[in-house]
C-alpha cells in the first residue's frame, strides 16, 4: 500500500514536502528492541517545507530516483548532529529552517550520562533541534534548553555515525580509531584507568615543575612564612582575648572614680543623716502612727519595709566592696603593655586586631603546605616516579591488549573487504608509539591505514581512499566492530557506489546484519541492497496541473517489489522482471532470519 499527502507548490518553483505514514505492524517480534533514531521533522530546510519521519529499529533503506530528494534527510540529520550550515540551507522565501531529531536513550548508557552531566537529562528521550536563521547563524537545543554548537556534536557523536562522501565522518578522525580498537578489545576500562593515572602524574609534574622554577621565590616566602608564624606563636593571642583585656583595662584606669563614688553611695544609703534607709525609716513612722487602721496603705507599709531591708544590705555590700578594693597599677600595666603589643601586630599585617587569630591560623596552614623539610621538591619527585611508574603498568597492558586486538582486527576487516570486492586493499591498524612522555591514551596513536593497490605502503584513509571507497571500508569496520561499537545509528550515504552483481549482494547482507544489532540508516540505488532491508522508504516527485508535488512513502511487500523491480528494469517493467524482483525480495527478506 502506498500512501501520500500531495502539497500544491508555488507555481514555477520546485518546493518538497515529505510525509511519512510508518505500517502499524512491527518490523520485529522481539519485545526487547526499542529504536534508536525515532523521528526526524524538517522545516524550511534547502527545498523541503515539511518532512516527518518516523524510523524504527533494524536496516531502513531510502531509494527513489535521482533528484527526488533522499540526500535532504542525510544533509538534515547532519545538521542535527551539529555539522556545520549557512544561510543557503533555509528554504527560499522562509525565515528560518528548523530541524528536530529524536532519539530514544534508553539503552545508550554513555549518551544518558552526558545528559546527566549536563542536567539535560529527560528520561529515555533525546530531542536534538538546530534552528538555522536567513542569514547563516543557527541555534542549537537539547531537549528544549539552549546550548553551545560543541555540546550538539559532542552528544551526536554518541547517537550516530554518519558515512557518506560529502558528510562529516568520524571515521577519518584519530580518535575514532582509538574508540573503536579499544572497544573492540574490550578495554574501555583499562584505557580510562590509563588516561586518570596520566591526569594525576602530569598533576604532579606541574607541581614538580613550578617548585623548581620558582624555588629562590619559595624560599623566600618560606623563610617570611616561619618568621610570621614564629612572632604569632610566641604572641599565642587566643580568640575574644582582645575584648576581654579591653574590659579590664577599663575598669583598672578608672579605679579612683569607682572607689570614691562607691565609699559616697555607701554613706547615702546608711551611714549619714538624712540617709536612704533614714528616709525611708522616717516614712514608716508616719504611718505607723496614723490614727486609725487603713487597709488601702498595708501593701505601701509592705514594701517601704522590703524597701528598707534592701537599701541596708546595698550599704552593706558597698562597704565590703570598697574595704577590699584595690587599685593595682602594675596589673594595669601588664594590661596595656599586652594590648599594644597586639594593636602593633594587627598594624603590621594591615588588619583589625580581631582578625589576627584567623591570619595565625591560616598563615600556619601555609606554612605546613609548603614547608615539608629540606627534601620537599625530592618528595615530588619520587611521587611523580612512583605515578609514572603505575601509568607505565597501566599503558603497558593496553600496549599489548591493542596489539593483539588489532591483528584480529585487521584479519576481520580484510575477510569483509574481500566480500566487498575490495581483495586487494590492504587495511592496518596502525599504533605509532609516541615520545618517551606519557600520554593521556598511552604509548601510541591509533590510525587505520590503507593501502589501495598492492606494492604501495599504507596511508591515512582520508589521503587514498576515494569517496565510495571509503564508504566501502567504513561498511566493513562496522560490521566488524558492530557487537562492542557504543554508536547505536549508523547512517550509510550510497555505500553501492561502483559495485554490482553478487559485490552488492553482499553489501546488502552486511547492512542487514548490521541492522539486527542497531539501526542502520542507508541510501541506495542498487535492488540487491534495498530487496534486504527492513524498512523500505520511498523518494519520489510528481507534477500536476502546473505544481510540483513529493512524497515519501512507507512500502508494504507489495510496494517493495515494485521498488525492486523499477530499481532492476527502469521505466519498462515486464513480467520477468518483476519475477525477478519477487525472487530477489524473498531471498532478501529471508537472510539471517
Same mark, same amino acid.
Not at 500531495?6 to 518546493?15: E, F, R
Given at each position: 500500500?502506498?500512501?501520500?499527502?500531495?502539497?500544491?507548490?508555488?507555481?514555477? #518553483?520546485?518546493?518538497?514536502?515529505?510525509?511519512?505514514?510508518?505500517?502499524?505492524?512491527?518490523?520485529?517480534?522481539?519485545?526487547?528492541?526499542?529504536?534508536?533514531?525515532?523521528?526526524?521533522?524538517?522545516?524550511?530546510?534547502?527545498?523541503?517545507?515539511?518532512?516527518?519521519?518516523?524510523?524504527?529499529?533494524?536496516?531502513?533503506?531510502?531509494?527513489?530516483?535521482?533528484?527526488?530528494?533522499?540526500?535532504?534527510?542525510?544533509? $538534515?540529520?547532519?545538521?542535527?548532529?551539529?555539522?556545520?550550515?549557512?544561510?543557503?540551507?533555509?528554504?527560499?522565501?522562509?525565515?528560518?529552517?528548523?530541524?528536530?531529531?529524536?532519539?530514544?536513550?534508553?539503552?545508550?548508557?554513555?549518551?544518558?550520562?552526558?545528559?546527566?552531566?549536563?542536567?539535560?537529562?529527560?528520561?529515555?528521550?533525546?530531542?536534538?533541534?538546530?534552528?538555522?536563521? #536567513?542569514?547563516?547563524?543557527?541555534?542549537?537545543?537539547?531537549?528544549?534548553?539552549?546550548?553551545?554548537?560543541?555540546?550538539?556534536?559532542?552528544?551526536?557523536?554518541?547517537?550516530?555515525?554518519?558515512?557518506?562522501?560529502?558528510?562529516?565522518?568520524?571515521?577519518?578522525?584519530?580518535?575514532?580509531?582509538?574508540?573503536?580498537?579499544?572497544?573492540?578489545?574490550?578495554?574501555?576500562?583499562?584505557?580510562?584507568?590509563?588516561?586518570?593515572?596520566? #591526569?594525576?602524574?602530569?598533576?604532579?609534574?606541574?607541581?614538580?615543575?613550578?617548585?623548581?622554577?620558582?624555588?629562590?621565590?619559595?624560599?623566600?616566602?618560606?623563610?617570611?612564612?616561619?618568621?610570621?608564624?614564629?612572632? *604569632?606563636?610566641?604572641?599565642?593571642?587566643?580568640?575574644?582575648?582582645?575584648?576581654?583585656?579591653?574590659?579590664?583595662? $577599663?575598669?583598672?584606669?578608672?579605679?579612683?572614680?569607682?572607689?570614691?563614688?562607691?565609699?559616697?553611695?555607701?554613706?547615702?544609703?546608711?551611714?549619714?543623716?538624712?540617709?536612704? $534607709?533614714?528616709?525611708?525609716?522616717?516614712?514608716?513612722?508616719?504611718?505607723?502612727?496614723?490614727?486609725?487602721?487603713?487597709?488601702?496603705?498595708?501593701?505601701?507599709?509592705?514594701?517601704?519595709?522590703?524597701?528598707?531591708?534592701?537599701?541596708?544590705?546595698?550599704?552593706?555590700?558597698?562597704?565590703?566592696?570598697?574595704?577590699?578594693?584595690?587599685?593595682?597599677?602594675?596589673?594595669?600595666?601588664?594590661?596595656?603593655?599586652?594590648?599594644?603589643?597586639?594593636?602593633?601586630?594587627?598594624?603590621?599585617?594591615?588588619?583589625?586586631?580581631?582578625?589576627?587569630?584567623?591570619?595565625?591560623?591560616?598563615?600556619? $596552614?601555609?606554612?605546613?603546605?609548603?614547608?615539608?623539610?629540606?627534601?620537599?621538591?625530592?618528595?615530588?619527585?619520587?611521587?611523580?616516579?612512583?605515578?609514572?611508574?603505575?601509568?607505565?603498568?597501566?599503558?603497558?597492558? *593496553?600496549?599489548?591488549?591493542?596489539?593483539?586486538?588489532?591483528?584480529?582486527?585487521?584479519?576481520?576487516?580484510?575477510?569483509?573487504?574481500?566480500?566487498?570486492?575490495?581483495?586487494?586493499?590492504?587495511?592496518?591498524?596502525?599504533?605509532?608509539?609516541?615520545?618517551?612522555?606519557?600520554?593521556?591514551?598511552?604509548?601510541?596513536?591509533?590510525?587505520?591505514?590503507?593501502?589501495?593497490?598492492?606494492?604501495?605502503?599504507?596511508?591515512?584513509?582520508?589521503?587514498?581512499?576515494?569517496?565510495?571507497?571509503?564508504?566501502?571500508?567504513?561498511?566493513?569496520?562496522?560490521?566488524?566492530?558492530?557487537?562492542?561499537?557504543?554508536?547505536?545509528?549508523?547512517?550509510?550515504?550510497?555505500?553501492?557506489?561502483?559495485?554490482?552483481?553478487?559485490?552488492?549482494?553482499?553489501?546488502?547482507?552486511?547492512?542487514?546484519?548490521?541492522?539486527?544489532?542497531?539501526?542502520?540508516?542507508?541510501?541506495?540505488?542498487?535492488?540487491?541492497?534495498?530487496?534486504?532491508?527492513?524498512?523500505?522508504?520511498?523518494?519520489?516527485?510528481?507534477?500536476?496541473?502546473?505544481?510540483?508535488?513529493?512524497?515519501?512513502?512507507?512500502?508494504?511487500?507489495?510496494?517493495?517489489?515494485?521498488?525492486?523491480?523499477?530499481?532492476?528494469?527502469?521505466?519498462?517493467?515486464?513480467?520477468?522482471?518483476?519475477?525477478?524482483?519477487?525472487?530477489?525480495?524473498?531471498?532478501?527478506?529471508?537472510?539471517?532470519?
Amino acid at each position: 500500500m502506498r500512501n501520500f499527502i500531495p502539497v500544491n507548490l508555488q507555481t514555477g #518553483k520546485t518546493l518538497y514536502i515529505f510525509t511519512v505514514t510508518v505500517c502499524n505492524h512491527s518490523i520485529f517480534s522481539r519485545a526487547e528492541v526499542t529504536s534508536m533514531l525515532t523521528q526526524l521533522t524538517v522545516s524550511n530546510y534547502a527545498i523541503a517545507e515539511r518532512v516527518e519521519l518516523q524510523f524504527s529499529k533494524g536496516m531502513t533503506a531510502l531509494t527513489g530516483e535521482t533528484g527526488a530528494g533522499k540526500s535532504i534527510v542525510l544533509d $538534515a540529520l547532519g545538521l542535527a548532529m551539529g555539522g556545520r550550515a549557512d544561510a543557503g540551507a533555509v528554504r527560499h522565501g522562509a525565515k528560518r529552517a528548523d530541524i528536530t531529531a529524536s532519539f530514544d536513550v534508553s539503552r545508550i548508557a554513555e549518551a544518558r550520562t552526558w545528559l546527566e552531566q549536563h542536567e539535560l537529562d529527560d528520561e529515555h528521550d533525546c530531542i536534538l533541534r538546530r534552528v538555522i536563521s #536567513k542569514d547563516g547563524r543557527s541555534r542549537a537545543y537539547i531537549n528544549g534548553q539552549p546550548c553551545p554548537l560543541a555540546h550538539l556534536k559532542d552528544l551526536g557523536s554518541l547517537l550516530m555515525d554518519i558515512h557518506s562522501q560529502h558528510q562529516h565522518q568520524s571515521l577519518l578522525r584519530k580518535e575514532t580509531h582509538r574508540k573503536l580498537l579499544d572497544e573492540y578489545a574490550g578495554v574501555e576500562s583499562l584505557a580510562a584507568d590509563t588516561r586518570d593515572a596520566w #591526569k594525576t602524574w602530569s598533576k604532579t609534574r606541574q607541581q614538580l615543575t613550578e617548585r623548581q622554577q620558582n624555588a629562590d621565590e619559595a624560599e623566600a616566602r618560606l623563610q617570611l612564612l616561619r618568621y610570621q608564624v614564629e612572632e *604569632l606563636d610566641r604572641m599565642a593571642l587566643e580568640e575574644g582575648e582582645q575584648e576581654n583585656l579591653e574590659q579590664v583595662q $577599663a575598669q583598672l584606669s578608672h579605679a579612683d572614680t569607682v572607689l570614691q563614688n562607691s565609699q559616697q553611695a555607701a554613706l547615702l544609703c546608711t551611714e549619714e543623716d538624712n540617709s536612704a $534607709a533614714d528616709l525611708v525609716r522616717q516614712a514608716l513612722q508616719q504611718l505607723e502612727h496614723l490614727p486609725t487602721e487603713v487597709p488601702a496603705l498595708a501593701d505601701t507599709i509592705q514594701m517601704l519595709n522590703e524597701a528598707q531591708i534592701q537599701i541596708s544590705e546595698a550599704g552593706d555590700n558597698l562597704r565590703r566592696f570598697v574595704e577590699d578594693y584595690e587599685a593595682d597599677p602594675a596589673r594595669l600595666t601588664e594590661v596595656e603593655e599586652r594590648l599594644s603589643a597586639i594593636y602593633q601586630m594587627a598594624r603590621k599585617h594591615r588588619i583589625t586586631p580581631e582578625e589576627l587569630p584567623e591570619l595565625h591560623q591560616r598563615l600556619g $596552614a601555609e606554612l605546613a603546605s609548603l614547608d615539608d623539610g629540606e627534601g620537599s621538591v625530592e618528595q615530588l619527585a619520587a611521587q611523580l616516579e612512583a605515578q609514572r611508574q603505575c601509568f607505565d603498568e597501566l599503558a603497558g597492558q *593496553l600496549s599489548e591488549a591493542r596489539q593483539l586486538a588489532a591483528a584480529n582486527l585487521d584479519q576481520r576487516i580484510a575477510e569483509e573487504l574481500a566480500q566487498l570486492s575490495m581483495p586487494s586493499v590492504q587495511f592496518v591498524t596502525h599504533l605509532n608509539r609516541t615520545g618517551g612522555e606519557p600520554a593521556p591514551h598511552g604509548f601510541e596513536e591509533v590510525e587505520f591505514l590503507v593501502s589501495a593497490n598492492p606494492g604501495q605502503p599504507a596511508r591515512p584513509l582520508a589521503k587514498v581512499a576515494s569517496g565510495g571507497e571509503l564508504s566501502r571500508i567504513s561498511l566493513a569496520i562496522q560490521v566488524v566492530v558492530a557487537q562492542t561499537s557504543t554508536t547505536p545509528t549508523l547512517v550509510f550515504d550510497e555505500v553501492d557506489v561502483g559495485i554490482g552483481g553478487g559485490t552488492a549482494e553482499v553489501v546488502g547482507r552486511l547492512l542487514r546484519t548490521l541492522g539486527n544489532d542497531g539501526q542502520v540508516l542507508c541510501v541506495t540505488h542498487l535492488p540487491q541492497v534495498a530487496a534486504q532491508c527492513h524498512q523500505h522508504l520511498f523518494v519520489s516527485k510528481f507534477t500536476e496541473q502546473d505544481a510540483t508535488f513529493s512524497k515519501i512513502e512507507t512500502l508494504d511487500d507489495h510496494g517493495r517489489i515494485s521498488e525492486v523491480a523499477r530499481m532492476l528494469g527502469g521505466v519498462d517493467m515486464t513480467e520477468h522482471t518483476i519475477a525477478h524482483a519477487r525472487e530477489m525480495f524473498s531471498k532478501g527478506q529471508a537472510t539471517h532470519h
